[in-house]
Structure formats: structure tokens, C-alpha cells
């Protein structure tokens, strides 16, 4: 996956430049060492900027962690929506982008190791992860595919799953975690058990030709 990266175009302003080198930085250090144990002067050092530039650039801490996780799922996402978006059945995309958002933190670990640590540590990031869910959920309940009811309790049931998968990954399952995941969501949404593993077989073939 493509890096989160300042763009050296001479379009971008030097504010937007050194707004993203924070960012880069930030994400590199909170990789490595969380979120709680990252601090701003560590951030304005690795950025090579006095600390004082930080704050020309973000409030506080809390802004900066806001910036790099919507960097970091913005990113995971631009990564698979090339194919998902070619999928015109609703639950197609849903088990489509469940497999790919744990594979995808399963193969860039620091970055999904950052996404766990902010699912405990910064509640915003739920906005973040399932805005696309949202649209894809959206979409299987205008076409009639879900019969579920989906509200705040449904979301939260399937970023939960999502976490979980991300966390087995990451912890050295293998990669029949993602479809399990897929699968769950899709039930959860209202599907029967052999409707969910047929959708969630098709879309698995998309994904392991994308992941080669």
C-alpha cells in the first residue's frame, strides 16, 4: 500500500507541506509506540520542526491523532475502492470490503496496530472506519439483499467484528479470518448462512486476485 506522504507539488502550499510532514511523522512515531505513548514534541522533533510549529498547525494532540487515523482509513480505503465500487450488489461490496480492510491492516501491521490502538483510545475513529461501510449497508438495503434493521447497534456489531479480525490477524491467524468476518456481517445484516458464504465465495475470488 502506498505510504501516507507530504506531496512535493508546487501547487500545495508550504502550510499544507508541513501540515502533512507533522502528519508523516505522527504516523510513523504512533506506529511504533501508540498513541499514548507518542507526545507532541516527539512529533515536532521527528518532523525535524520546532515544538512550537506544531501548535501553528494543530490545537493539540487530539487533532493531530484525528488527522493521521482519517489519513490512515482514507488511505485503506483508496486501496480497494477501485474494485469495490465496480461491484454493483450491495452485499457484494460489504463482504468485498471487510475481507480487504483486515487484509490490507494485516499487511501494513504497523498501520493496523495504530488503528487498534486508536479504536480504544480515540473515539472518532469509528466515523472514519464505517463511512463506507455505511454506503455499502446503504446500498444492500435499497436493493433488498439486508432485511435487518440498521442502526448505531447493527454499525457498532460489525466494526466490533471488523476490530476483531483486524486484531487476529495481526496476532498471526490466517487469512480465513477476513472471510469469517465477511460472512458474520453479512448474517448479521439479515442474510441466511448459505446465501452469506455464496456472496462472501464470489467476492473472495476478487480478493485473492487483487491480493495476488
Known amino acids: 500500500m502506498k505510504r501516507v506522504k507530504a506531496s512535493r507539488s508546487p501547487r500545495v502550499s508550504k502550510r499544507a507541506r508541513t501540515r502533512a510532514r507533522l502528519t508523516e511523522a505522527a ?6 509506540s501508540g498513541i499514548n505513548g507518542t507526545s507532541v514534541s516527539e512529533i515536532a522533533a521527528e518532523a525535524e520542526l520546532a515544538n512550537g510549529t506544531f501548535y501553528l498547525y494543530f490545537r493539540d494532540k487530539s487533532e493531530i491523532v484525528a488527522a493521521v ?3 490512515v ?4 480505503h483508496n486501496e480497494m475502492n477501485s474494485v469495490r465500487l465496480s461491484l454493483e450488489d450491495g452485499a457484494a461490496r460489504v463482504a468485498f470490503g471487510t475481507q480487504q480492510f483486515i487484509a490490507i ?3 501494513e501491521p ?3 496496530r495504530l488503528l487498534m490502538w486508536a479504536f ?9 472506519v464505517t463511512r463506507y461501510m455505511r454506503m455499502d449497508v446503504a446500498l444492500g438495503v435499497e436493493q433488498g439483499r439486508f432485511t435487518e434493521p440498521v442502526d448505531e447497534f447493527v454499525i457498532d456489531t460489525l466494526l466490533a467484528i471488523l476490530r476483531a479480525g483486524i486484531s487476529s490477524r495481526l496476532d498471526g491467524a490466517g487469512a480465513g479470518v477476513g472471510a469469517r468476518a465477511a460472512e458474520y456481517h453479512l448474517r448479521i445484516l439479515g442474510m441466511s448462512a448459505a446465501e452469506a458464504h ?3 465465495v464470489a467476492t473472495n475470488k476478487l480478493a485473492e486476485r487483487r491480493n495476488g
Open 120 to 128: 480504544s483510545e480515540y473515539a472518532a475513529i469509528k466515523e472514519d
Open 110 to 112: 504497523k498501520w493496523g
Open 27 to 32: 504516523l510513523r512515531l504512533m506506529a511504533e
Open 198 to 200: 455464496r456472496v462472501r
Open 69 to 71: 487515523c482519517q489519513a
Open 73 to 76: 482509513t482514507l488511505a485503506m
Open 105 to 107: 491492516a494485516a499487511a
